[in-house]
């Protein structure tokens, strides 16, 4: 499913526009969509509170309250501006529609706000990129506090429909009618948080108008893990499915090279080797049988004969990780680094195209040379920038991890937060090798793999509130039935 930015969706209303659908026409469309949903998903809802704005969105929600009261509900409207301030001509002939109904808008009122069974959301819709004003601050720190069911029309209020971040306070809604198109800023940084679940209503725009306009990103395709994992024909043999290297294991963190080896053996390379210090090797065997274990002096050789290498895990930055790098950076191989490693990049940074890139935002941040704050405030620009810096494939994890090839950005809407515990990265940088060792693209293996992560974890979820990553590995297994 495509994307689009804030920027691209005002385009596309303009194009509708001038090939004759009224901007009162598309608003009344997106009150109606509303309306309609709401109808089917809360039946027993008798009272509506709609809490509208003075732009665009507040006609939505205008538009919704008429419907609302047409079939029979309570409705009351809180406005957040006088009448007066209302800015667009369509939002005033819907406010003018609305008093003939005898529905007078007033200001917010706490009271109404406790007494309602629904709380639709039209206070500001797409427009938010800067500084809430301390009203509205307060006003939407009260509706929260109520808890009640809230359905925000296109964005929730306080939300960047670009980026997913916020400015000090955001409607909290359990389900967002978003108008056009998907935006980015709902399943990517704190947006999935508040938005709830989503859904998306056309308004009847014709989709030639779409046509000309390159998506900002796409959501991952679910279908892409229906398959499970690289099928196997039954004359087949271990080393059709090749032959990954695993690079890592410092003092006191083997257990990040552990758990990429035994992934990447579950998520189906043939053979599986790792390379970790010389004490550290017997250590790896008892816990994996399947895997083989050696000592760094065997890197050279071991290189040569891998398919894909996996480097970084429980690096640090001293003398013997150093080196553990500096070769694998001397190799041709497909490779896939992580943790430690990203940081040894992001010390002396380079450019090429023969690996993908998996940091988390501290990461992601190192290698910019900015704060963690700058990367999660625009996710997309982000892994925009690290591709351009450093090449390759990028995956930058977090909610809404994203993929970004050079070409085309990719938008994981799937996992959760149960997910957030040590050891996550390890577990999908050995899935990904796995898959470039049985033969994917970087790309696919890099889709193919955050996907298979976040399924794995998000059925954990369901059956616990903590997923350890040892556990996610495991699951990885039954996708192979």
């Not at 909290?172 to 947006?191: E, M």
């Not at 998996?358 to 920038?385: C, F």
Request: proline letters at 3%; a negative charge.
């Amino acid at each position: 499913m495509n994307l689009y930015s804030v920027e691209q969706i005002r385009s596309i209303e303009q194009q509708a526009v001038h090939a004759g659908l009224s901007s009162l026409l598309l608003m009344k469309r997106a009150g109606f969509s509303a309306f309609q949903w709401v109808n089917k998903t809360y039946a027993q809802v008798n009272r509506v509170y709609v809490l509208c704005g003075a732009g665009n969105n507040g006609g939505d929600g205008f538009a919704f309250a008429q419907y609302a009261y047409l079939a029979g509900w309570q409705v009351d409207v809180g406005l957040v501006v006088s009448p007066a301030q209302v800015k667009s001509n369509e939002s005033v002939t819907l406010l003018s529609e609305l008093a003939s109904l005898g529905i007078m808008p007033k200001p917010y009122d706490p009271q109404i706000c406790a007494r309602a069974d629904l709380i639709v959301d039209a206070l500001l819709g797409i427009g938010v990129h800067s500084s809430l004003s301390s009203d509205l601050l307060t006003l939407i720190s009260s509706v929260n506090a109520f808890q009640k069911p809230v359905v925000s029309l296109d964005v929730p209020s306080g939300l960047n429909a670009d980026t997913g971040s916020h400015y000090g306070a955001v409607i909290q809604a359990q389900n967002t009618v978003t108008f056009l198109a998907h935006k980015p800023g709902l399943v990517t940084a704190d947006g999935a948080d508040y938005a709830g679940e989503i859904r998306i209503e056309s308004l009847g725009v014709s989709e030639k108008l779409y046509a000309e306009l390159r998506p900002v990103s796409k959501l991952l395709n679910v279908a892409q893990t229906d398959q499970g994992l690289v099928a196997r024909k039954k004359n087949a043999y271990k080393t059709q499915f090749g032959q990954a290297l695993i690079v890592g294991g410092d003092e006191g963190m083997l257990g990040s090279v552990m758990l990429a080896a035994q992934t990447c053996a579950y998520t189906g390379a043939g053979i599986v080797r790792v390379v970790t210090r010389s004490e550290h090797a017997p250590l790896v065997t008892v816990k994996c049988p399947e895997v083989m274990a050696y000592g760094d002096r065997n890197l050279p050789d071991l290189l040569d004969r891998s398919t894909v290498v996996a480097v970084g895990f429980g690096l640090t930055n001293n003398a013997w990780s150093n080196q553990l790098w500096q070769q694998v950076l001397l190799s041709d191989k497909p490779k896939v680094v992580d943790a430690g490693a990203l940081r040894l990049l992001a010390a002396h940074p380079q450019r090429r195209e023969d690996w993908i890139l998996t940091p988390h935002p501290g990461e992601a941040a190192a290698m910019l040379g900015v704060s963690i704050k700058v990367i999660q405030a625009d996710r997309l620009a982000a892994v925009v920038a690290l591709q351009q810096k450093y090449g390759g494939v990028l995956v930058l994890k977090g909610n809404g991890t994203l993929v970004y090839d050079g070409d085309e950005a990719q938008i994981c809407d799937f996992g959760d937060g149960a997910l957030s515990t040590a050891g996550m990265g390890d577990v999908l940088a050995g899935m990904i090798a796995a898959l470039v060792a049985q033969g994917l693209s970087l790309s696919k293996a890099a889709v193919q793999g955050v996907m298979l992560h976040a399924k794995a974890g998000e059925q954990l979820a369901q059956e616990s509130q903590v997923v350890m990553a040892s556990q996610v590995s495991e699951r990885i297994r039954q996708f192979a039935a």
